[in-house]
């Protein structure tokens, strides 16, 4: 069974930071792209980031752009987020979500397996 397991969330300053890692077994992603998403309340699930299989590729939200880098370590089969200077609107559940393909995508759709959520609070 196929599972990724976020943590490292938690409540936070404006301007703070916060490091997710996702951890996942059941499969090995390392020739597989990985995303992050996040959803705050009364919202869509949206895109955050996404990291292609060997790391060399990432790409961001226009809104995190800057403040947040992806990573993820292949022999631990895990995946990172780096999130420097968090505002009150980054306040949301953050999911980790593995692809079944190399190509990295922005949509959900692009990915088959999902965590269950890391929820981080932003407070002004």
């Known amino acids: 069974q196929v599972q990724l397991v976020e943590s490292g969330g938690g409540l936070v300053q404006a301007g703070g930071s916060l490091r997710l890692s996702c951890a996942a077994s059941g499969r090995t992603f390392s020739n597989n792209s990985m995303g992050w998403f996040r959803q705050a309340p009364g919202k869509e699930r949206e895109f955050v980031a996404t990291?292609?299989?060997?790391?060399?590729?990432?790409s961001y939200a226009d809104s995190v752009k800057g403040r947040f880098t992806a990573s993820r370590d292949n022999a631990k089969n895990a995946v990172y987020l780096q999130m420097n200077n968090l505002k009150p609107e980054d306040t949301a559940v953050y999911y980790c979500?593995?692809?079944?393909?190399?190509?990295?995508?922005?949509?959900?759709?692009?990915?088959?397996?999902w965590g269950q959520g890391t929820q981080v609070t932003v407070s002004s």
């Open positions: 990291i292609s299989w060997s790391g060399g590729i990432t």
């Open positions: 979500a593995g692809s079944q393909y190399r190509i990295n995508s922005q949509s959900p759709a692009g990915y088959a397996y």
